[in-house]
C-alpha cells in the first residue's frame, strides 16, 4: 500500500505521523503508510476467493447468466470473464491494473493480480496491490448435456430411399457428408431399415442438412412439427420439427423402364436404360444407341419410375463374340451421345449354362472394356417376369434379351490388391450383414471404375495394408496413389515425429 501525491516541491518540510510519530511528508491523512494500512483496508469487500465453472467436454467458461465463452489459459478474454465476477464488490475503487500469476495448468487454480486505487481519509487517495484465487469447478453446458443424453433433439432428418437391398446412395451420401463435416453437429445418427436418422439440438441445424441433401441427391422433402410446450406469458412456443426426406428409388448399375413420354423429352432416348451414376440428377444411358440423359428430381416424381431388378437379380455371362458398331447414326431430334463408351454388339452364355448352346444376343454400351471370354454381369429379360406398367405396354420386339451391366473380375484379387480406405460416420446400427458387406464391397468396386465418383469423396491411404501384386494383370481399375489422402490421427501430432517439429 502506499501514498499517490502530488510532487513535493523545494521548500515542503515534514510533519510527524499522528499515530507512532515518524517525520513523514505532509498528506491529507496525516498517517505514514504503516499506521494507515492498520486502519483502512481499501480491498475490503472485494472477495479473494472465487469459483469459475469449466465445461470438460467443450473446454468453454461460464458467463452469467448463462452464455458459455472459449477462453485460453492467460488469455484477455479469460481475464475479462475473471473480472466481471468481480464487478459487483469493485464499484467504490478504481482498477488500475490486472495480470495473470503463473500457476499450475492441472491445479484447477487461476491467480490474479489486482492493482486498485481508493480515495480515504480527508481525501487521500491509497493504491493496493492485492491476489484473487480462481476456483474452476466443473459443470457440463447445455449444449455437452443435450449430446450426452443422446435423446434429447429438437429437430429430426429423416432420410429414406425405398428400395430392395440396395444401400449404394447411401454409401456415396456418407462420403460427402464426411467430406463437409456436417456430422458433426448431429446429437445422434441412427441407422434404420431403408434410411438414416439425423437428430439435432435445433432446427437451424437440421435445416442445413436438408439444403445440403437437395443439392447433392436427387430427392424430395417434407416437414411437420409438433407442439411440446407453450408459455401463456411469454407467448414461447417450443417444437420438435421433423424433416422427412425421401430419395428417388433408383440407384447406381440399376436397369429402369421410362415412360414413353419421358423418353421422348430426354431426346427420344430408348425406354429401357441403364442408370450409371446417381450424384445430383440420374445420369441413364441406353444401351442400344449411347444416348445419355440426366433426370434431376422435379423430373423424377412428375414422371416417376422404378428399377426393374436389384443386384441378386444379375447374373454373370461369358462373352462369345463381340463386334464393335463403328457408325451408329441417331434419328431427328437425339440428344446427346457418351464418348467415353464404345458401342457393340455382343452374343453371351451364362456360365451357369456352359453345358448347352443356350446364347443371347445383345447390344451393349460396354464395347470398350469386353473382350471375348471376359465376364460381364447382366440383367435376363428373357427368362424373367417382370411386372412394370410402361415395360408391359413395349413392342416385345424391342424388350433386349439381355442388358449388360458391368463388366466381373475377380473380386478377392482386388481386395487383396486395395491399399485404400473410406471413412465412416459413427451411428448407431444393428450391425452389418452379410449382404451389406457384400454391397459395401460393390460401393468400393464403383469407385475404381468411375473417376469421377472419385472427385466427390476422400479415399485415404491404408497404411496398415500392404498392396499384393499379382503376376497376371486382370485389367481391374484401381486408385491411383496421387488420389488418396494420409489419414491423421493424434499420435502423429503427439508422438514420433510430431515432437520434434512441436520443439523445434
Known amino acids: 500500500m502506499e501514498y499517490i501525491q502530488a510532487p513535493a516541491t523545494s521548500s515542503q518540510g515534514h510533519i510527524l505521523c499522528c499515530t507512532c510519530g515518524v517525520a513523514i511528508p505532509p498528506n491529507p491523512a496525516n498517517m505514514c503508510v504503516a499506521c494507515l494500512r492498520t486502519q483502512v483496508d481499501i480491498s475490503e469487500g472485494i472477495p479473494k476467493q472465487v469459483s469459475v465453472h469449466f465445461c470438460k467436454q467443450c473446454e468453454r467458461y461460464l458467463q452469467p447468466p448463462g452464455t458459455w465463452i472459449q477462453c485460453a489459459l492467460e488469455s484477455r478474454e479469460l481475464l475479462t470473464l475473471c473480472l466481471k465476477k468481480l464487478k459487483g464488490s469493485m464499484n467504490k475503487v478504481r482498477l488500475i491494473d490486472a495480470g495473470f500469476l503463473w500457476t499450475e495448468p492441472h491445479s484447477k487454480r487461476i491467480k490474479t493480480k489486482l492493482t486498485i486505487q481508493k480515495e480515504v481519509m480527508n481525501g487521500a487517495i491509497l493504491q493496493q496491490v492485492f491476489v484473487v484465487e480462481f476456483t474452476v469447478l466443473g459443470q457440463m453446458c447445455d449444449d455437452c448435456h443435450r449430446v450426452e443424453a443422446k435423446d434429447f433433439w429438437k429437430a429430426v432428418v429423416q432420410v429414406r430411399q425405398k428400395v430392395t437391398q440396395h444401400k449404394k446412395t447411401f454409401y456415396y451420401l456418407e462420403q460427402l457428408i464426411l467430406k463437409h463435416k456436417l456430422q458433426q453437429t448431429a446429437l445422434n445418427i441412427k441407422e434404420i431399415h431403408e434410411g438414416i436418422d439425423f437428430y439435432y439440438s435445433t432446427k437451424q441445424h437440421a435445416q442445413k442438412m436438408v439444403d445440403f441433401l437437395q443439392c447433392t441427391v436427387p430427392c424430395r422433402s417434407k416437414t411437420s412439427q409438433r407442439l ?11 417444437y420438435k420439427s421433423t424433416f422427412s426426406i425421401e430419395i428417388v428409388p433408383v440407384c447406381k448399375d440399376n436397369v429402369v423402364c421410362l415412360s414413353p413420354r419421358l423418353a421422348q423429352s430426354l431426346g427420344n432416348l430408348g425406354q429401357v436404360c441403364v442408370c450409371v451414376r446417381v450424384t445430383s440428377t440420374i445420369h441413364l444411358i441406353d444401351p442400344n444407341t449411347l444416348q445419355i440423359a440426366e433426370v434431376d428430381g422435379n423430373t423424377y416424381w412428375r414422371n416417376p419410375f422404378s428399377s426393374l431388378c436389384h443386384p441378386r437379380q444379375l447374373e454373370e455371362f461369358m462373352v462369345m463374340d463381340i463386334d464393335i458398331i463403328r457408325d451408329q447414326k441417331l434419328g431427328s431430334g437425339a440428344g446427346m451421345r457418351s464418348n467415353k463408351h464404345a458401342l457393340a454388339e455382343v452374343w453371351v452364355q451364362k456360365t451357369s449354362e ?59 484379387r482386388r481386395v487383396k490388391r486395395r491399399n485404400w480406405k473410406l471413412q465412416e460416420m459413427a451411428r448407431d446400427r444393428d450391425g452389418m450383414d452379410t449382404d451389406d458387406e457384400r454391397q459395401y464391397q460393390d460401393f468400393l468396386e464403383d469407385l475404381e471404375e468411375d473417376e469421377a465418383l472419385r472427385k466427390n469423396v476422400n479415399i485415404y491411404r491404408d497404411a496398415s495394408k500392404i498392396p499384393v501384386e499379382s503376376d497376371t494383370d486382370d485389367g481391374a481399375p484401381c486408385v491411383s496413389l496421387a488420389e488418396m489422402l494420409e489419414e491423421l490421427s493424434l499420435s502423429d501430432a503427439t508422438g514420433g515425429e510430431g515432437v520434434d517439429m512441436m520443439t523445434e
Open 354 to 412: 456352359m453345358d448347352t448352346s443356350q446364347q443371347y444376343h445383345s447390344r451393349t454400351f460396354l464395347g470398350h472394356l469386353l473382350n471375348i471370354g471376359d465376364l460381364v454381369l447382366g440383367f435376363d429379360f428373357a427368362n424373367s417376369n417382370i411386372n412394370d406398367e410402361y415395360l408391359n405396354k413395349m413392342n416385345p420386339h424391342h424388350v433386349p434379351d439381355v442388358v449388360l451391366i458391368k463388366k466381373s473380375y475377380d473380386r478377392t
Open 228 to 238: 411440446i410446450s407453450h408459455d401463456i406469458h411469454s407467448n414461447t412456443f417450443n
